[in-house]
């Protein structure tokens, strides 16, 4: 069992920033890719950010420039930096996290609770 803890959503006006965090505990041997990923009313999830164990990246065409994703592998923990936020990127964020048990097992996902981003003035 994994759990994910997400933490720094709230509201922010426009052209503010926010530091989303998420921390992943429970039976983990290896994490793999770690990523953000958010979902608006009547809108589909969608994938925002992603980053890979030895720390490739890569963002949706609507974040490229503003948003930074970044891990601390010591600590499980995945970080979503925003800047620049305008209203399009309202939304509940999600956590998502790609690990391993042991040395053996398939790669399994958990997502955290999400977390809302409100973006108005």
């Known amino acids: 069992q994994v759990q994910l803890v997400e933490s720094g959503g709230g509201l922010v006006q426009p052209g503010g920033s926010l530091r989303l965090s998420c921390a992943a505990s429970?039976?983990?041997?290896?994490?793999?890719?770690m990523g953000w990923y958010r979902q608006a009313p009547g809108k589909q999830r969608e994938l925002v950010a992603v980053?890979?164990?030895?720390?490739?990246?890569n963002y949706a065409d609507s974040v490229k420039g503003r948003f930074t994703i970044s891990r601390d592998n010591a600590k499980n923990t995945v970080y979503l930096e925003m800047n620049s936020l305008n209203s399009e990127d309202t939304a509940v964020y999600y956590c998502?996290?790609?690990?391993?048990?042991?040395?053996?097992?398939?790669?399994?996902?958990?997502w955290g609770q999400g977390t809302q981003v409100t973006v108005s003035s």
């Open positions: 998502y996290v790609q690990y391993r048990i042991d040395w053996r097992s398939a790669h399994f996902g958990s």
């Open positions: 980053i890979t164990s030895v720390g490739s990246t």
């Open positions: 429970g039976s983990i041997f290896s994490i793999n890719a």
